[in-house]
Structure formats: C-alpha cells, structure tokens
C-alpha cells in the first residue's frame, strides 16, 4: 500500500503545482521520496524563508498557487517570517510543514510545538492533518482557499508519522475553488452613480489586485469610466515612491475606490490631512473588514465588483483629470536627469538606475527590496513586469524572489535591486541559483550601513545619536565568486553598463557590488517612516 505522502504529492500535481520550494528534514523526507518520478520539481534551498519568498514570488507572477515545503519546529518557524509577506501581498502560498508525531504530542516529542497556532496570525487559515485517508482533501481544502476570495497563504502542518502511514487509495483530490461573492445590483449602481458625480475620483488597487488579469480588469475599468486607477503595493502608500508626485492628487480625490485594499495604515486610515475633508471612500473587500463612518464597504470579490463596475459604467467624463493624474505619475522630479546622468563617486542611486532601465526596456524583470537604496529602485526604474518587497515592509527577500523569477519567466534577465545590508539575510541563495540554472543579476546598493534607519536616527536623535546602523564596506561581488557565481565591483558609473552586460553574460547568478552614496529615499509630499 502506498504512503499518504503520495496521495499529497498526486493531488499537488493534479493542481498542476509543477515546483516545490523546500529544505529537508526528518519529517518531510516521505514526500520527497513520493515526489521521484512524478512531475514535481523539488527546489531546495539555504533557508526556510527563502522557500517561502521562492513560493511567494512564484505565485504573484503566474497566478497559480506557490507551494513550499520545510520541516517541523525550527524549519516552521523559520518559514513564517517570509508568510506575513505573503500575507500582505495577497499571495496565494501554501506551507506545508513537517510536525511531530501524533502518538507523541504533548509527550515532548521531538521539534514538538503548536505550528498551526503559530502560523495562524499570518495566514488564512492553518491547520494540522489528523487523518492519512483524508490527506488529499486536506491539501486539496488548503489550494482551494489559498486562491479563494482574498487570496493569501494557507498552512497544513503534516506529522511524520501522518506521511508514512499506509493509504487504501493515493489519488489525488480534486481542488473546487469557492464561486467568487458578487455586489449586489443596488450597490455597483451607487458606486458608478458616485464615480460619475465626482470631479477627482480616483481607484485603488490593493496588491492582489495590482498584478496580472486582475489588474487588467481594473485597468478596462478605469478606461470605460475615465477615473485614473493606481496600484497601491507599498508599505509606504500614499508615499509609494513609484506613485512619484501623483500622491498630491490623492490628497485632492473626492471619490476614493478602493479595490482588494482597505483604508489601512499605509492610507493613513483615511484621515485628514493626508486626504480632503469630505472625501468619500468606497473599499470593496473579499474579506469582512471592520464598517467605518463615511466609508461604503463592500464585502465581495474585487474582480467581480470591477467587472460589474465596468459592464454598468457610463462613458468617461473625467478626463482631463485622468491625463492629470497619469501625467503627474510619470513626471519625475527635475532634478533627476542630472543625477541619473551623473559621474560623481560614489555613485548615486538613480545613477545606478540609468544603467539598469534599457535591460528593463528590453524585457527584464524587475525585484526590488526595501531599504533607502530599494526606494530609489522602486521610484527610479519602469519595468513591466515587477516585484517588491510589498506591504510588509520586510527586508530580504529580494534574491529568492530573484531565481522564483527566472523560473516563471526563463528567457528574460532578472534584476534584482537590495541594499548591502539587505543582502545579508538570504546572500546564500546564490548557491541554490546556480545549482539550478537560474541565474540573475543582483545590484547590490553598497554604503556600507543600514541606511534608512541611519537615516531616521539623523532626523529623531540626531548625528551624535546615530548607533548600530553602520555596516563594513564589504566586496559582496567576492560572494558571488565564492560560491561559483560572476562577481563585479563598481565604484565609477561609466563603469557600470559594461559590468552589467557581463554580469548577464555570465550565464551565472551575479552579484555587482556597487559603492553608492548613502542618501535619504526619495520623498514626495510628507515624508513617512518608512522600509
Ligand atoms: C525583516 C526586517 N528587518 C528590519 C527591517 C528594518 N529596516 C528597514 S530598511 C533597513 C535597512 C536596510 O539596509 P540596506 O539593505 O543596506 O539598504 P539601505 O537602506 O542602506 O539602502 C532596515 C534594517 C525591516 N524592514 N524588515
Ligand atoms: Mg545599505
């Protein structure tokens, strides 16, 4: 009789779950056994939570869900930083960890804690499998809700003893996603009554809906309405850097849509003086949201309400102020040209993007991370296809993402733009790049500090009080060498557009350590604290 671990692994392939982002343990070694043979790529790699962003990244490019395997107690909890990502970006994830025996709980089993209880803040639902005969439904339950209404991660903590346990019958379970809930008529009806009254009305769209087909849909909507839509990925928000001077025109907006997003932090609550007084906020949300005065709040799925929106709309009469907001959008800062163009050393950040943008012109994909140097990569580079790290506002996950990447897109250069400090935390996945041919080319910002913090102690303690922020001017392109990767080191921007041609060149993953000057990130309008 076979092992339940191959009825999970029948009824991941089933669900066309082609890669497993994972690392070995104990408990999870059945599975991998089980996936020999069958057309499901296992991908190990140097640290649980690179698994994780490997998945995270995987599934916000191909809209499919992105699966990631790791092992009980540690390798769980491990995993879980890089969920809370997932998390905020509405990515459907699933995380199946190893766990304890069954026999053994609360006997002080090996790796033994309450996985499912720690995964739950950060997830939507988690849950330990108790039953091997009912193994496939759990996982194909756990697919099925990772991708229904608002998407996000989903956990299923597997014990040892559950996996090697002899199964009847190993075929897979079929996944059955949920009917997305749509808005009722009398309510898309006030909803284009309001955008059409409105003089400055503006659309929203949260993370999950900002990417792929969604964000399509929401971009058909803003043209049959003629109301400017905006994608709202950053922790920073109102002060997305990528948004440039067009968060003024937010503060004007009289009519706010919101799409997969709610009236969070990152939209200061929908308080004044970020926002006009009187302005009206409509938030449509897959998730029940807490009813707030003055805000219209939708419970249904985004995508339908915009298409609902979009089948009901009138024509555009909002025009004018849509050009406004696209023109504004576009428009940088009159100062940039003569930085990006800039010779001076260390280099500045918008010099290192001049020599990035022409291989993002020509298709490349971008990653970007955190930190001041990821700011100017987010504000300063255009890409059609993009990653950050999102609304989390965590750092490092930049060079997983980086080879997920080159796995759901293999003929088109990554670049991956983070911080010296940033590259630190998963600097090893360089290893697990190479050993899979999945290059990409990592710039590495390097001033050797952990500056958006140096930079926040500057402005609230001043320069005497700046502590625990500086870092050493470290040959990071060193790394890459060692590991087997291509190593550059930059400290002249003429120098630059040919180290990037080698670096792609190569074949290799990369890393071009470039020595840059650690300025603040760009602000427009009210600067934030920020990641
Ligand atoms: C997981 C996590 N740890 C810490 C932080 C706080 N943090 C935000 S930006 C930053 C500095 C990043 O330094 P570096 O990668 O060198 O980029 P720089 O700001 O220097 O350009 C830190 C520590 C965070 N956002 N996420
Ligand atoms: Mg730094």
Not at 59 to 87: F, K, M
Not at 279 to 286: D, E, G, K, W, Y
Not at 509 to 527: E, K, L, M, S, Y
Request: glycine share 10%; proline share 7%.
């Amino acid at each position: 009789m076979p092992a339940a671990a191959r009825a999970l692994v029948e009824t991941l392939v089933a669900a066309g779950v082609e890669h497993l982002f994972t690392l070995s343990g104990n408990q999870i070694l059945s599975v991998y056994d089980a996936a020999i043979g069958r057309p499901l790529t296992l991908y190990h790699t140097r640290h649980e939570a690179a698994a994780v962003h490997m998945a995270d990244a995987w599934a916000r490019l191909t809209d499919r869900p992105g699966v990631a395997l790791v092992t009980a107690g540690p390798g769980h909890l491990n995993a879980l930083s890089a969920l809370y990502g997932a998390r905020m970006e509405d990515s459907p994830v699933l995380l199946l960890s190893g766990a304890s025996p069954r026999g053994e709980r609360g006997l002080g089993a090996f790796q033994e804690i309450d996985q499912a209880a720690a995964a739950r803040p950060v997830t939507k639902a988690a849950w330990t499998a108790e039953d091997p005969q009912r193994l496939a439904d759990d996982v194909a339950r756990a697919l099925s809700l990772a991708q229904s209404e608002r998407p996000g991660p989903v956990h299923l903590s597997l014990p040892g003893d559950l996996l090697e346990a002899n199964v009847a019958d190993a075929s897979a379970a079929r996944v059955m996603l949920t009917a997305p809930a749509r808005a009722g008529d009398a309510e898309t009806k006030t909803i284009v009554e309001m955008l059409a009254a409105a003089k400055r009305p503006v659309i929203i769209a949260g993370p999950g809906m900002a990417r792929g087909s969604r964000w399509a849909a929401v971009q058909a909507l803003a043209r049959t309405t003629g109301v400017p839509a905006l994608p709202s990925e950053s922790p920073r928000g109102l002060n997305d850097p990528w948004l440039h001077g067009a968060n003024a025109s937010l503060a004007q907006a009289d009519v706010v849509l919101l799409l997969g997003k709610t009236l969070d932090f990152s939209l200061r609550f929908g308080r004044g003086p970020a926002w006009a007084a009187g302005c009206h906020f409509v938030q449509v949300s897959a998730e029940p949201t807490p009813t707030r005065d003055g805000v219209l709040t939708i419970v249904a799925d985004p995508l339908a309400v915009t298409e609902q929106l979009t089948a009901k709309a009138g024509s555009a009469s909002t025009t004018g102020w849509t050009d406004e907001v696209a023109r504004i959008r576009a428009t940088t800062p009159p100062g940039w040209n003569d930085l990006r163009r800039g010779t001076s050393s260390p280099m500045h950040p918008l010099a290192v993007c001049a020599a990035v943008q022409p291989w993002l012109d020509r298709g490349a994909t971008l990653v970007a991370d955190g930190g001041e140097f990821g700011q100017w990569a987010q504000a300063g580079l255009e890409a059609r296809e993009r990653l950050i790290n999102g609304p989390s506002g965590s750092i490092g996950s930049a060079m997983p993402m980086a080879i997920a990447a080159r796995l759901a897109r293999p003929t088109a250069p990554v670049f991956a733009l983070l911080g010296d400090g940033t590259f630190g935390f998963h600097a090893l996945e360089i290893d697990t790049a190479l050993r899979y041919g999945l290059p990409f080319v990592a710039v590495v910002g390097n001033d050797a500090r952990w500056n958006a913090e140096h930079q926040l102690q500057l402005k609230h303690y001043g320069a005497e009080r700046a502590v625990a922020c500086s870092l050493l001017p470290t040959r990071y392109d060193r790394v890459a060498e060692a590991l087997g990767g291509h190593g550059e080191h930059v400290e002249r921007a003429s120098d630059l557009p040919a180290a990037l041609a080698r670096a792609v060149a190569s074949g290799k993953p990369a890393v071009v350590n470039v020595v840059i000057d650690g300025v603040a990130a760009p602000t427009f309008g009210t600067a934030a604290r920020g990641h």
